[in-house]
C-alpha cells in the first residue's frame, strides 16, 4: 500500500481499534492466476500470536475457503471511515480535491478450522462480541440445540497469525493547521464526527 510518512500509522493498538470498528473485511487470495475475494466480519485477539491473530468463518459452500493455501499468504483490507474533501473547505481555494480515509491492511497465512468443538467456540466468541456491541440482550443459546448445530455444519473456520500489519489514516495532516480545522468544523456540520474525531486527535498529537 503506498503510504506517505505523514499518513503512516504503525501503532497496533491504533489498528486493531480500527479492525474492530470496522470488522467487516475482505480477505484477498491467488489460486491459480487468478484473484479471489471475499467479504467477511472477523475478531481480532491482539495477544494470540506474535502479532495477533483474526478469526472469522466461510459458508461451507462458498468455494474460496478450498482453494486457500495454509503455506501461503492472505491479504485481509478493512475499511474504516472515509470522505470527499473539497478545496472550498482551505484557506487556499486553489487546490486539488482529495480522499481523506483509514485502512488497514492485515498479512497473514491461512488455517481452516473444522474441529466442531473450535468452530462453535469461534461462533460464540464473534456473536457475543456484535451482541455485547449492539447492546441487544440476544442470547445464542435462544437457537435450538438442533438447528444450531445444523448451521454449525454449513461453515468452516478461519484463522490468521497476523505476520505484519500496514495502516494508513489519510486525514489532511499534510495541511496546515487552519486548513484542518476547517475540515474539521465541515465534517462536524455534515455530521460526520467519525471523520472529524480523528482529524482532531491528529491535530492535537502534532501540536
Do not use: C
Not at 12 to 28: A, K, R, S, T, Y
Not at 106 to 124: A, Q, R, S, T, Y
Not at 180 to 206: C, F, P, T, Y
Amino acid at each position: 500500500m503506498y503510504t506517505p510518512a505523514s499518513f503512516k500509522e504503525e501503532n497496533p493498538d491504533v489498528l486493531f481499534d480500527l479492525i474492530e470498528e470496522h470488522n467487516f473485511g475482505i480477505i484477498f487470495s491467488q489460486h491459480q492466476d487468478e484473484p479471489e475475494a471475499t467479504h467477511l466480519p472477523f475478531l481480532v485477539h491482539r495477544q494470540k500470536g506474535k502479532h495477533g491473530t483474526l478469526i472469522a468463518h466461510f459458508a461451507k459452500a462458498n468455494k474460496h475457503w478450498k482453494k486457500l493455501d495454509e503455506a501461503k499468504g492472505v491479504l485481509v483490507v478493512f475499511q474504516g471511515p472515509h470522505s470527499y474533501i473539497s478545496p472550498a473547505w482551505y484557506e487556499n481555494r486553489a487546490e486539488v480535491p482529495t480522499w481523506n480515509y483509514a485502512t488497514v491492511h492485515v498479512f497473514g497465512k491461512p488455517k481452516i478450522i473444522k474441529d466442531p468443538d473450535e468452530l462453535n467456540k469461534m461462533v460464540k466468541e464473534l456473536t457475543h462480541f456484535h451482541e455485547n456491541q449492539e447492546n441487544t440482550g440476544w442470547k445464542l443459546d435462544e437457537v435450538p440445540e438442533k438447528e444450531y448445530n445444523t448451521d454449525l455444519k454449513a461453515i468452516v473456520g478461519l484463522e490468521i497469525e497476523i505476520s505484519k500489519m500496514e495502516g494508513k489514516l489519510k486525514f489532511n495532516q499534510n495541511k496546515s493547521d487552519k486548513d484542518q480545522e476547517s475540515v474539521i468544523a465541515k465534517m462536524d456540520d455534515s455530521g460526520r464526527e467519525d471523520i472529524s474525531e480523528i482529524m482532531k486527535r491528529n491535530l492535537d498529537s502534532s501540536k
